[in-house]
């Protein structure tokens, strides 16, 4: 077989759609800005009104910042891709990327087993919940499942660097994504593979298994409450958390669980765009339209940031009559 030394990889994109690449690029920046724009007003908000300094809100600023840094990884370069076709990549830059994006999405699976335990405790716990889930409690959570998250991936990224490539270096996806890259490789796969096999199963399937374990407790808690209306209001408390979980669970078991025989790369590509674009928008949508108090201290917010502009105008404008005078 014939081998090369690659220095670059070519980012095909969607190629099978080259009529549609402006509307894309259109759509893709939108989705960009918007999750953008709502994830970074979440962390305004928590971080700007006291009422919301609480763990479950702590854990929610953190989930936010990892979701502006999901579509970073990625969502710039596609639109450099779609819009002015500069689709090469260095191989150190592709690298680099698959190893953010692989690191993100482990610091998501942890934030939201934390999240799932926060709700366990306010609803199985409600007593002790100020002395278990304290302030020492919640930054130690953060830091174990960001530091954990970006050591996981580096045993993936050092194999993969040290694999050589056939003379194809067209990377059949928007961004660099291991699967994709593995389908390149002139050297076996075999070890990869049963790498992020065992690693999926015991690292990837903890914080699962810690979250179904948590919403068992809750459920039960919450069918022993009499009242309808009391088990309504506890269910109101960690539906968004539960919707989310299933949202990004199901698009990455779809992804990188299935066989390879059943792989295909059209369905991997859709299903990447959901939990990379569509999740990190949903997310502050979800958030905020169940949680009533989020949602009141959002449009507070919101207001603010629409006037402020004004507010400027109007302090500038008195500052030099002053002056004058």
């Keep these: 077989m014939n081998r090369t030394k690659v220095t670059e ?13 402006p509307l894309l690029f259109l759509l893709f920046l939108i989705i960009y800005l918007m999750c953008l724009s709502g994830n970074l007003l979440i962390i305004v908000t ?23 840094c999901y579509v970073t990884v990625t969502v710039p370069k596609l639109l450099a891709v779609l819009i002015a076709q500069n689709k090469t ?6 690298l680099i990327q698959m190893y953010m994006f692989m690191a993100c ?11 799932a ?16 889930m304290n302030k020492k409690v919640c930054i130690i959570l953060v830091i174990v499942s960001w530091t954990v998250s970006f050591l996981n991936p580096l045993p993936h990224v050092t194999l993969i660097s040290q694999s050589s490539f056939c003379s194809s270096n067209e990377i059949n996806h928007f961004f660099c994504d291991m699967t994709a890259l593995m389908s390149l490789s002139c050297s076996g796969t075999y070890v990869i593979e ?3 096999y065992i690693e999926g199963l015991l690292l990837g399937f903890t914080p699962l298994i810690l979250t179904i374990i948590s919403y068992v407790h809750i459920i039960s808690a919450i069918l022993k409450i009499h009242s309808a209306k009391g088990r309504q209001k506890a269910f109101s408390t960690c539906s968004s ?31 990447t765009v959901v939990y ?27 207001r603010r940031i629409i006037f402020l502009p004004e507010l400027i105008k109007c302090f500038t404008l008195h500052l030099i009559a002053t002056f004058q005078r």
């Design 9 to 21: 990889f070519i980012i095909l994109g969607f190629y099978e759609l080259p009529e549609r690449q």
């Design 46 to 68: 928590v971080c700007s009104d006291s009422h919301l300094h609480s763990p479950m809100f702590f854990l929610l600023s953190n989930l936010s910042f990892l979701e502006i």
């Design 89 to 94: 990549i260095s191989f150190m830059h592709c």
């Design 105 to 115: 999405t482990d610091v998501e699976c942890y934030l939201l087993t934390a999240m």
């Design 117 to 132: 335990y926060d709700r366990y405790v306010a609803i199985c716990k409600p007593l002790h919940y100020t002395i278990i």
């Design 194 to 196: 049963t790498m992020n």
């Design 241 to 271: 958390h539960l919707t989310v979980v299933l949202l990004f669970y199901g698009t990455c078991f779809g992804v990188y669980m299935r066989p390879k025989s059943a792989y295909s790369t059209d369905l991997n590509k859709l299903l």
């Design 276 to 302: 990379i674009t569509v999740i990190p928008l949903l997310n502050p949508l979800i958030y905020s339209l169940r949680n009533k108090e989020l949602k009141e201290t959002l449009g507070k917010t919101t």
